[in-house]
């Protein structure tokens, strides 16, 4: 499985568990001149900008530390283009699902959502 294959899968993953927690997948993979968000949900009237992390291990911190400042800024950048597009004004906050593997079953995941994980 090549490295797009896996982030399909794992932004899947990341749907489904936002899914059964309650909230609503409202477009997916949005793209602007400054970059991608991957998920964007409502949970109830707050929109949502989802970063989707995976890591094969935690060796090198884990999958929820590589949303570093250049990535946090670039996702603001991008939340706005998209708050503009659709002319929407309403709360936002910004999670990350991070999923790391666990052993070497792809079937092994841990998830971990970090909910309101920065701010704008």
Not at 72 to 88: D, E, F, I, P, W
Request: proline share 1%.
């Amino acid at each position: 499985m090549d490295t797009t294959e896996i982030g399909n899968q794992m932004e899947d993953t990341a749907a489904q568990h936002l899914c059964a927690a309650g909230l609503t997948i409202v477009e997916r993979n949005f793209s602007s001149r400054f970059g991608e968000i991957d998920l964007i949900a409502r949970d109830g009237n707050t929109l949502v900008f989802v970063e989707v992390r995976f890591r094969r291990s935690n060796r090198f911190g884990g999958a929820g530390i590589s949303v570093d400042q250049r990535k946090q800024r670039k996702l603001l950048a991008t939340a706005n283009s998209y708050l503009q597009y659709r002319k929407l004004d309403c709360p936002c906050r910004f999670d990350v699902i991070a999923i790391e593997q666990l052993g070497q079953a792809q079937e092994n995941l841990h998830i971990q959502w970090i909910a309101n994980a920065f701010g704008q």
